[in-house]
């Protein structure tokens, strides 16, 4: 596992350092709380992908992954620690959503709250999230008799479009904002023309196999999800107008049997100062 630490000038009276994890898609994560331990950050950040996004067998998400609650938990009693959601949550019922809030992580489900005077931290929920819950609950509404808490696998009619009504609430919020957003490809779209000033995404998992591209000098990823294949958004940082993005090459691997080929796992912290 790589660790990664990018230094961000911010507006801020004191440095502060943020961990940032994600697609641990439910792997173990000792290697992670002991890093955590070493780097002592701030807050720890989870922006999406904590679990595996298939139909739960039996139970709740929550209650059939492994590792995400004491993962969780084990976040929460380090630190400040703060979950947005990846497509993989799209399954998350109202009673994960408790269970995930009992840990004592916020989760920041479009919206936002503040880290101390200086920061601000949103979470944008996956547009796969939305959609589910939208078409879920039109579903109900036109099948009341129908009880089975997933009546369908993926949205039918997916808009990958993510709510941004709340973002001109946040950017008009005083001090450094930073909006966790598990899709680097909606940034472009929907985050850029804000006056946000970072963005954290992961999702592309560094474009699963990576490659030297000795004419640009520069490592690029094979294949993303909604990008494709080489695509622009998968690892490191971009610079916008109004603020910048750091994209983590993840935590985990999904994308089996493909596997992740020169595209080591990866630890972001991030250090404002
Ligand atoms: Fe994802």
Known sequence: ??????????TISYPYKLCLVTDLHDRPYRKILQSVR???PDSIAIAGDLIIGKLPSRGTKMEQARHALPFLRACASSCPSYYSLGNHEAFLSDTDLAMI????VQLLDNSYTRLNKD??????????VTDYRRERKAYYHQHPEDTRPYPFCWASYPTNIP????L????????YKILLSHHPEDWEPWISSHKIDLTCSGHAHGGQIRFYNPLKKQWKGLFAPRQGVLPALTAGRVKGKQGQLIISRGLANTAWPIPRLFNPRELVYIQLY
């Open 1 to 10: 596992m790589d660790i990664k630490t990018y230094y961000v000038k911010a």
């Open 38 to 40: 070493r780097e002592k």
């Open 101 to 104: 809030r009992a840990t004592g």
């Open 119 to 128: 920061i601000l931290l949103g979470g944008l929920t996956s547009s796969r």
């Open 163 to 166: 709510r941004t009504d709340w």
């Open 168 to 175: 001109s609430d946040f950017e008009a919020q005083k001090g």
